[in-house]
Nanobody, 130 residues
Framework: QVQVVESGGDSVQVGGSLRLSCTVI????????IGWFRQAPGKEREGVAA????????????YYTDSVKGRFTISRDNAKSTSYLQMNSLKPEDAGMYFC???????????????????WGQGTHVTVSS
């Protein structure tokens, strides 16, 4: 049984930083895609970043939505089956519930499409206050 568990959500001030973690349990092959999505109240779920990491760092592909480029960094430790989303210079519009999702094959240009992911976590909440 596959489990996806997020953690790290918190309340921070504008300009602050948070690191979210996503641990994947039960997927034997580590060459899967991990996507981070967020959803603010009244808004659609939005793809924030994704990472596909092969057997070596040379085979790592990362994807970001434009609004977080330069501020967010997605990474992955395959040995720990964990992905991280480092979020810096947080803005009020970054607030929301953040979800981690797993696609058991490559994500590529489909990474921001929530429908292509096989497994989802329960989410972790991020609040950004001024």
């Amino acid at each position: 049984q596959v489990q996806v568990v997020e953690s790290g959500g918190d309340s921070v001030q504008v300009g602050g930083s948070l690191r979210l973690s996503c641990t994947v349990i039960g997927v034997a092959d580590s060459t899967y895609c991990i996507g981070w999505f967020r959803q603010a109240p009244g808004k659609e779920r939005e793809g924030v970043a994704a990472i596909l990491k092969g057997m070596s760092d040379r085979n790592t592909n990362t994807y970001y939505t434009d609004s977080v480029k330069g501020r967010f960094t997605i990474s992955r430790d395959n040995a720990k089956s964990t992905s991280y989303l480092q979020m810096n210079s947080l803005k009020p519009e970054d607030a929301g519930m953040y979800f981690c999702a797993v696609r058991t094959i490559s994500c590529g240009t489909l990474w921001r499409n929530a429908n292509v992911y096989n497994y989802w976590g329960q989410g972790t909440h991020v609040t950004v206050s001024s």
